[in-house]
């Protein structure tokens, strides 16, 4: 089965220590024994994926330098995306408390460095979705027709981090506000499961990963939900390297989707977020390139006989 992880790091050394040693997540990697994988170079992570199956990865970068101080690591993620651009998608976080200067970061990184959508954190930033800073980066991201991913859950032992600022209900808001704008609630809007499910429900352009929490307490919720509402709605993320995604390409398997349902989640509901063919593949890419060169050079051939 093909796959398309919707919330991917790759686990190079230098992810793996940037996230220890951030200010937002030290205390919650010391907490869970963080990380419990070894370093890999970018090419063994990109020939680990291959071997399971999955085509297309997509990193989010994040920006909380207002909030946390520190860098942003959108170069990092520019860089993946360069060194593998039939592997990895990248989309390029965001601060909304920069003002205009995060709107046009937005439009450079999409329009000349190859990332494909946008990525904030609320309960990061310590505001709500909808609130006015970040219309101008909505209005933006409709124009340049690509989605964004704002992350949710529990915020466990992150300091100052207030939950509510993250309540799907609150995206619901944006939603109305931006119809145009395809919105991806990561991981699952969790604790608010029936909220999260309603919100997709309702509004055509909202889309939940489930990542990290498909075996917290209520989440059988969201796949009842998957197999009988929202079943074009749920998309595969593994939330890699907190998340061993081999570890959660086997939960999946395990979930209870039905086998049409669990097809849509691992590949078809991205691939249209993505604006990708459901049929196209990182590896078909590369071929259909070479049969254009190949159609071209016939031609040209061709016509140069005709000219003799």
């Not at 992880?5 to 992810?15: A, C, G, H, I, S």
């Not at 890699?240 to 049409?260: C, I, M, N, Q």
Request: glycine share 6%; proline share 6%.
């Amino acid at each position: 089965m093909k796959v398309i992880d919707f919330r991917f790091r790759p686990n190079t050394p230098e992810t793996l220590t940037g996230i220890q040693n951030s200010a937002m997540f030290k205390e919650l990697c010391r907490y869970i024994n963080f990380p419990q994988m070894r370093p890999q170079s970018v090419p063994e992570v990109v020939a680990d994926l291959d071997a399971h199956g999955v085509e297309w990865a997509v990193i989010t970068g994040r920006d909380c330098e207002t909030t946390y101080g520190g860098k942003s690591n959108n170069e990092s993620v520019v860089e993946f995306v360069r060194q593998f651009p039939n592997k990895f998608i990248g989309f390029v976080g965001l601060d909304p408390h920069k003002g205009m200067k995060a709107v046009r970061e937005l439009s450079h990184a999409v329009e000349h460095l190859g990332l494909r959508g946008a990525a904030i954190d609320p309960y990061l930033a310590k505001i709500y979705p909808h609130d006015a800073k970040y219309y101008p980066i909505y209005s933006k991201c409709c124009e340049l027709d690509i989605p964004i991913i704002m992350t949710t859950g529990p915020a466990t032992l992150v300091p100052d981090a207030i939950i509510d600022h993250v309540a799907p209900r609150y995206i619901d808001i944006v939603a109305r506000d931006f119809p145009e704008l395809k919105i991806i609630i990561s991981h699952g809007g969790y604790p608010w499961v029936n909220e999260a499910i309603i919100v997709a429900e309702r509004n055509r352009n909202v889309y939940i990963d489930l990542s990290e929490y498909e075996r917290s307490p209520q989440a059988e919720a969201y796949v009842q939900a998957a197999n009988t509402m929202i079943g074009e709605k749920i998309l595969y993320a593994s939330a890699h390297p907190f998340v061993d995604f081999r570890r959660a390409l086997k939960t999946y398997e395990s979930l209870g989707f039905t086998p049409e349902v669990r097809r849509k989640i691992m590949y078809e509901n991205a691939a249209k977020v993505l604006g990708l063919s459901p049929q196209t593949s990182s590896a078909t890419v590369d071929r259909t390139q070479v049969q254009d060169m190949v159609g071209e050079i016939v031609k040209e051939v061709m016509s140069r006989l005709g000219r003799v």
